[in-house]
């Protein structure tokens, strides 16, 4: 089955005024729902205690080693617990400001037989 199918169809109000509609499909929406998951504070979600992570609250934390592995787990986490993905490549960068990271997540759309490269920005407080 292709991307150009529509195996996984959703919404989202984020492009809208980039593309004229709500509609999202396969690689996007599996996208959109990690990001979502990533987000979501452990036990944030309703009936379901152990969704989410603790990476909400870690930019509060210093970017220590100790942070870094937590964030590195987390992520491994959240990649491992959707079975439309594989996780391929994970690279967690310190930037120069010494204030924020980049995850590099390389990952497969098992189904869709695809490919995707993810950057994920996250600043620490000073």
């Given at each position: 089955?292709?991307?150009?199918?529509?195996?996984?169809?959703?919404?989202?109000?984020?492009?809208?005024?980039?593309?004229?509609?709500?509609?999202?499909?396969d690689?996007?929406?599996?996208?959109?729902?990690?990001?979502?998951?990533?987000?979501?504070?452990?036990?944030?979600?309703?009936?379901?205690?152990?969704?989410?992570?603790?990476?909400?609250?870690?930019?509060?934390?210093?970017?220590?080693?100790?942070?870094?592995?937590?964030?590195?787990?987390?992520?491994?986490?959240?990649?491992?617990?959707?079975?439309?993905?594989?996780l391929?490549?994970?690279?967690?960068?310190?930037?120069?400001?010494?204030?924020?990271?980049?995850?590099?997540?390389?990952?497969?759309?098992?189904?869709?037989?695809?490919?995707?490269?993810?950057?994920?920005?996250?600043?620490?407080?000073?």
């Amino acid at each position: 089955m292709t991307a150009s199918n529509g195996l996984y169809r959703g919404y989202s109000s984020f492009e809208f005024e980039q593309t004229g509609s709500f509609k999202i499909n396969d690689v996007e929406l599996i996208k959109l729902d990690l990001l979502n998951h990533i987000f979501t504070r452990r036990g944030e979600r309703v009936m379901m205690p152990r969704f989410g992570t603790s990476i909400p609250d870690l930019v509060f934390e210093p970017l220590d080693e100790e942070t870094l592995e937590t964030l590195e787990s987390e992520l491994r986490l959240v990649m491992d617990y959707d079975p439309r993905v594989e996780l391929i490549e994970l690279d967690i960068i310190e930037n120069a400001d010494g204030n924020s990271i980049t995850a590099g997540i390389r990952i497969r759309c098992v189904e869709l037989d695809v490919v995707e490269l993810m950057n994920l920005n996250i600043e620490f407080g000073t």
